[in-house]
């Protein structure tokens, strides 16, 4: 599968941003999803993750009550909601797809990746 992530841009602490995550292929529904960040100088780290029907879904303790991780299986599409952005929340953005079931937070679980969209939070 192949994933293209969007929506990223500049904005002000405070504003909101959505992302979006369009997978190609008929199979999108099979996969677990993650959005995934990485700030400059710092390893990537787990944001948010859904599982394949939508059904559960996760979050890092950081993002929790700011961030809705969706998605369309009928789109083949993707989504985190941002809102109540700090600064800190300044990174590039990827989303990627894990082949198995299990939900994991680790990066190194997952075996598709965009190529990452840009999210900058002005203070």
């Known amino acids: 599968v192949q994933l293209q992530a969007s929506g990223g841009g500049l904005v002000q602490t405070g504003g909101s941003l959505r992302l979006s995550c369009v997978a190609s292929g008929r199979t999108f529904s099979t996969y677990v999803m993650g959005w995934f960040r990485q700030a400059p100088g710092k390893d990537r780290e787990f944001v948010a993750g859904i599982s394949r029907g939508a059904i559960s879904t996760y979050y890092a303790d950081s993002v929790k009550g700011r961030f809705t991780i969706s998605r369309d299986n009928a789109k083949n599409t993707m989504y985190l909601q941002m809102n109540s952005l700090k600064p800190e929340d300044t990174a590039v953005y990827y989303c990627?797809?894990?082949?198995?079931?299990?939900?994991?937070?680790?990066?190194?679980?997952?075996?598709?990746w965009g190529q990452g969209t840009k999210v900058t939070v002005s203070s």
């Open positions: 990627a797809a894990r082949r198995l079931i299990v939900f994991s937070s680790g990066a190194g679980d997952y075996d598709y």
